[in-house]
C-alpha cells in the first residue's frame, strides 16, 4: 500500500501512533530552530513550530503528498519547558514538575489539499518527586529527548498521579484530533 503521508518527524513514539491507526507513511524529518519567540505564547509557540515543520518538509519533497508535522511543549505557569539541555537544565524540569499542575500542548500541521491544523491541550498533574526518584530518573536515560524531561508513556508514567485529556497527545500525536484533520484532507483512516 503506497504511503498516505509524510511524517515531518523522526520521532519514534509518533511512529508508533500512527501504526496504531494504521496509518501508512514515510518519515522525512526536519530540523527547525525551537526557540520559542520573545513573549510568545505556548498555543501560538506550538502552532507556530507544527506549520514551519511541515512547510519546510513541503520544500524538499514538494506537495503530492500531504504532509504532517507536530510539536508539543510542556507548561507550567506560562513557562515553556522544551526538551532538556543537559542534565542540570531536565533535574531543573522535573523539580519544577514535582507536585504541580502542568499543562502539554500539541499541535498537529497536516498540508494536504490545504493546510490545516489542530492542537490538543492535556492537563498533567504530577505527584511530589523525592531528589533521590528525580536523579534515578535522568541516570535512566528516558528524559534526554523529552519535552518536559519526561516520557508519560515510559517509567515517568509513575510520577502522573492524574491526567484530563489526550494521552496521545501528552506522548506526541493527539490521535483523536490527528484522525479529524485526516478525514478533512480525505485521508483514509478506515483501512477497509
Known amino acids: 500500500m503506497p ?5 515531518a518527524s523522526a520521532s519514534p513514539r509518533r511512529q508508533e501512533l500512527l501504526d496504531q491507526i494504521q496509518v501508512t507513511y514515510t518519515i522525512f524529518p526536519v530540523d527547525i530552530d525551537e526557540t520559542p ?9 506550538v502552532q507556530r513550530l507544527a506549520a514551519e515543520k511541515s512547510a519546510v518538509c513541503a520544500t524538499f519533497v514538494g506537495k503530492t503528498t500531504p504532509i504532517l508535522a507536530a510539536d508539543t511543549a510542556v507548561v507550567l505557569d506560562s513557562l515553556i519547558l522544551g526538551k532538556p539541555k ?3 537544565d531536565g533535574l531543573a524540569m522535573l523539580r519544577l514538575l514535582s507536585g504541580k499542575t502542568h499543562q ?3 499541535a498537529i500541521s497536516l498540508r494536504g489539499r490545504e493546510h490545516t491544523q489542530a492542537v490538543s491541550v492535556t492537563e498533567v498533574t504530577f505527584r511530589p518527586l523525592t531528589e533521590k526518584e528525580i536523579q534515578a530518573y535522568w541516570q535512566g536515560g528516558e528524559p534526554l529527548d523529552k519535552a518536559g524531561s519526561y516520557a508519560i508513556q515510559g517509567k515517568g508514567g509513575l510520577f502522573v498521579a492524574s491526567i484530563t485529556g489526550s494521552f496521545s497527545g501528552v506522548v506526541g500525536l493527539p490521535l483523536f484530533e ?4 485526516l478525514a478533512e484532507q480525505g485521508i483514509d483512516t478506515t483501512n477497509e
Request: net charge negative; proline share 8%; aromatic share 8%.
Open 3 to 7: 504511503a498516505q503521508l509524510i511524517l
Open 37 to 45: 519567540l520573545p513573549n510568545e505564547a505556548p498555543l501560538a509557540y
Open 86 to 88: 543537559d542534565k542540570e
Open 104 to 106: 502539554v500542548y500539541t
Open 178 to 181: 490527528t484522525g479529524q484533520l
